[in-house]
């Protein structure tokens, strides 16, 4: 948990949940507080499986960033980061080889005050405040330019971030701009809750989650495939994201799906 000696700025409210922080606590972080956790609970009465949902999605970015680096990618712009801890891009990606970069994204004041904190003595990274729907801005941001070098390849991320943008937003029209910006043999990785589950509690964890200041929404498995336009999908396309490359057996389901593809031509 947050040590409250720890020195927090102001826009760090103790007494209202924060999504990013609720997040934290599902996947085990320590960043967070009584009334987040308070909220968590919440949350697993409605759906019980959502602590495996995070779980196996930051299962999955772990799989994809593995992957991105094998491929010979050591740059990572990574969209709705949210607070970088429990196991985040940069300590996987840096975990294969400490000169890879990754610049993080998001619109949230209060994970930018975390991340500050967590990021300050760990070379090779950058935390901007940012809405990365305004992709232009993100592209010109100046600790995006001098962290990455856009004429090689960049893994860009938007794992469990895009059901946070609604469609009047025009996600695929953002995506589009970043795929522009980007050099041949670059990757974007995706996740996003799976529109057509069974799931039990889905809407009722909605409910709990729009106390928030977000409200996320679910989108089917040909609309995530859609988000991909301009690049080739990799083996083995859009999945469940435990269905994913999965390295170990028996891995639970978990409704998100997600894929990674790479971009090769102009
Ligand atoms: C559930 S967290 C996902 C964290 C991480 N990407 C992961 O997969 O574990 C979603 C994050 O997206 C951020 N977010 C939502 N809309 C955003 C936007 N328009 N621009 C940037 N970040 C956004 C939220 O603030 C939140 O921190």
Redesign the pocket.
């Known amino acids: 948990m947050v040590d409250r000696e720890v020195e927090l700025p102001p826009i760090v409210d103790l007494t209202k949940p924060n ?2 922080r609720v ?1 934290d606590y599902l ?1 085990g972080g320590a960043h967070n507080f009584a009334v987040d956790r308070e909220l968590a609970k919440q949350a697993v009465a409605a759906m019980p499986i959502i602590r495996q949902v ?1 779980l196996s ?2 299962a ?2 772990h799989r994809v960033v593995r992957v991105c680096v094998q491929a010979g990618v050591r740059q990572f712009l ?6 970088p801890g ?1 196991g ?2 940069h300590e996987v990606a840096q975990a294969v080889d400490p000169r890879c970069k990754v610049a993080y ?4 004041p ?2 930018h005050a975390h991340g500050q904190l967590i990021l300050a003595d760990t070379p090779n990274t950058a935390l901007i405040h ?5 992709a232009p801005a993100v592209l010109r941001h100046s600790a995006v330019r001098g962290l990455l070098d856009f004429d090689e390849p960049i893994a860009v ?9 609604p469609d009047e ?1 025009d996600p695929e029209g953002a995506l589009a701009t970043y795929r522009d910006a980007l050099a041949v043999g670059s990757l974007l990785g995706l ?1 996003h809750p799976a529109g057509d589950t069974t799931a039990a509690g889905v809407s009722e964890a909605i409910d709990v989650f729009s106390q928030g ?2 409200v996320p929404v679910a989108r089917d498995w040909r609309r995530l495939t859609g988000f991909f336009g301009g690049f080739e999908l990799l083996e083995p396309g859009v999945t469940r994201v435990p269905r994913w490359r999965p390295d170990r057996e028996g891995a639970e389901d978990a409704p998100v799906n997600g894929g990674l593809g790479v971009k090769t031509s102009r």
């Open positions: 999504d990013a997040y996947l995070a999605n930051r999955f970015m990574d969209l709705g980061s949210g607070i429990v985040n891009v994204v998001d619109i949230d209060v994970v940012a809405d990365m729907l305004d991320l938007a794992l469990l971030s895009l059901h946070f943008v937003r996740s200041h977000l």
